[in-house]
T-cell receptor, first 112, second 111 residues
Framework: GGIITQTPKFLIGQEGQKLTLKCQQN?????MYWYRQDSGKGLRLIYYSITENDLQKGDLSEGYDASREKKSSFSLTVTSAQKNEMAVFLCASVQGNYAEQFFGPGTRLTVL | GNSVTQMQGQVTLSEEEFLFINCTYSTTGYPTLFWYVQYPGEGPQLLLKVTTANNKGSSRGFEATYDKGTTSFHLQKASVQESDSAVYYC??????????FGIGTRVLVRP
């Protein structure tokens, strides 16, 4: 088995601040994802990466950057935090098409 | 584009009652359909998966049948337990590695 670790679990920032969320997986999966989870809106894809140093934009990429410098890690940066983007950010990984995506426990972002 | 519709925001049941969650989807491709479940404080996890080849999936007492004619993929369980309280997501996979999630249905089972 494997595990996905997300740090920090809770992230509090000021409006306009640049904030970084980190994700590590030990499944040795090729593809990793960042989703944003808002109550009543499900999960929306921000960025994904199919291999080391690859980045693909999702439906919600504006205002975010991502980095995949190693196969096992995928980080997400909120470039200028806004109060309307307080949400839970979920990282996931998968090997192959239509296979099970494994999720981390999430990072809850609060913007003051 | 691809879309998933889950109409019920929350379902409240008593133990041993029948659970039914409605899901419909829209796509021009060949779908693979999933139900994911999310317990409090955790990320979503796969509950079951169905492809166009096998039509029906089941896991832990839950069943879902893919109906191409009505483009539906409803989830049901004959007798729920308090431990089934969670958020359930209907999810569509079409091409490549991207998934489309429904908004989720919160299921609350009272003892």
């Amino acid at each position: 088995g494997g595990i996905i670790t997300q740090t920090p679990k809770f992230l509090i920032g000021q409006e306009g601040q640049k904030l970084t969320l980190k994700c590590q997986q030990n499944f040795n999966h090729d593809t990793m994802y960042w989703y944003r989870q808002d109550s009543g809106k499900g999960l929306r894809l921000i960025y994904y990466s199919i291999t080391e140093n690859d980045l693909q934009k999702g439906d919600l990429s504006e205002g975010y950057d991502a980095s995949r410098e190693k196969k096992s890690s995928f980080s997400l940066t909120v470039t200028s935090a806004q109060k309307n983007e307080m949400a839970v950010f979920l990282c996931a990984s998968v090997q192959g098409n239509y296979a099970e995506q494994f999720f981390g426990p999430g990072t809850r972002l609060t913007v003051l | 584009g691809n879309s998933v519709t889950q109409m019920q925001g929350q379902v409240t049941l008593s133990e041993e009652e029948f659970l039914f969650i409605n899901c419909t989807y829209s796509t021009t491709g060949y779908p693979t359909l999933f139900w994911y479940v999310q317990y409090p404080g955790e990320g979503p996890q796969l509950l079951l998966k169905v492809t166009t080849a096998n039509n029906k999936g089941s896991s832990r007492g839950f069943e879902a049948t893919y109906d191409k004619g009505t483009t539906s993929f409803h989830l049901q369980k004959a007798s729920v337990q308090e431990s089934d309280s969670a958020v359930y997501y209907c999810v569509l996979g079409v091409a490549g590695n991207k998934l489309t999630f429904g908004i989720g249905t919160r299921v609350l089972v009272r003892p």
